[in-house]
């Protein structure tokens, strides 16, 4: 059953996206610099141009979605305790390619032997976070978790950033 606010499905989403800086100018070896026409192209694909400032813009910050999750609350415990020191506010967190190989071993390792969930990523409870039952939902989203971290160490980004929603 899904509960309604205001029009908006209640409960538990998490997203995990890749972030790249793209840079005004390239320099070269010799300190000359050039426009990079990636972010000439980025701005006028966004119609921005007119408001760059000649001499304080300096480049773009384009984040690309990697992963998203619906309900997983052990997965989202496990984010919250290992890159938010604990807190839970839906604030957007820093995660490193070594936390999402964390993650998956753990993962892994569930996938593996099923009586390690309660101990490796246990269910966690929270405002609408969804079932907290070892089942195959549970199981389900821990493989959705080890193809989102896939992809992510597949990329070459090295800046995750991990957000929910509740």
């Not at 509960?3 to 790249?20: H, I, K, Q, T, W």
């Not at 009586?115 to 070892?134: N, T």
Request: aromatic share 16%; charged share 25%.
């Amino acid at each position: 059953r899904v509960l309604f606010r205001s029009g908006v499905p209640m409960g538990l989403d998490m997203y995990l996206r890749a972030n790249e800086y793209v840079s005004r100018f390239d320099y070269t070896p010799d300190y000359d610099r050039k426009e990079n026409p990636l972010f000439m192209e980025l701005v006028n694909q966004f119609g921005v141009a007119d408001s760059i400032d000649n001499d304080g813009f300096s480049g773009l910050q384009v984040a690309f979605p990697m992963g998203y999750w619906r309900k997983a609350n052990q997965i989202h415990s496990w984010f919250v305790d290992n890159c938010q020191n604990g807190v839970d506010e839906c604030q957007t967190s820093f995660v490193s390619r070594e936390h999402l190989e964390e993650l998956k071993d753990l993962c892994e390792q569930v996938l593996a032997d099923n009586s390690l969930a309660s101990d490796l990523l246990p269910p966690s409870q929270g405002f609408f976070f969804g079932s907290y039952e070892i089942d195959e939902w549970y199981l389900q989203d821990i493989k959705n978790t080890v193809e989102i971290i896939d992809r992510c160490l597949a990329s070459k980004f090295d800046y995750f950033e991990y957000q929910s929603s509740w």
